[in-house]
């Protein structure tokens, strides 16, 4: 498996997890638990985001990687 599909995989993951920390963000009645949530919620978007951007620079960089 090359770097590029590695990188993608870990973000679909990534993704999955936020989904799911969405959800039981939503579910929760105890606000101090939804804090929590919400904080990991943000800590993920910024490792997805960061995550993007690194794919950005592969593809750019290496162009067989492109729509993997």
Same mark, same amino acid.
């Given at each position: 498996?090359?770097?590029?599909?590695?990188?993608?995989?870990?973000?679909?993951?990534? &993704?999955?997890?936020?989904?799911?920390?969405?959800?039981?963000?939503?579910?929760?009645?105890?606000?101090?638990?939804?804090?929590?949530? &919400?904080?990991?919620?943000?800590?993920?978007?910024?490792?997805?985001?960061?995550?993007?951007?690194?794919? &950005?620079?592969?593809?750019?960089?290496?162009?067989?990687?492109?729509?993997?």
């Amino acid at each position: 498996m090359s770097v590029g599909a590695k990188v993608k995989q870990t973000l679909a993951s990534l &993704k999955g997890t936020q989904s799911t920390l969405r959800l039981y963000s939503i579910q929760t009645q105890d606000e101090e638990t939804k804090e929590t949530y &919400k904080e990991a919620l943000d800590i993920t978007n910024e490792i997805i985001n960061d995550l993007e951007e690194r794919i &950005k620079i592969l593809e750019f960089e290496e162009p067989q990687y492109k729509g993997y």
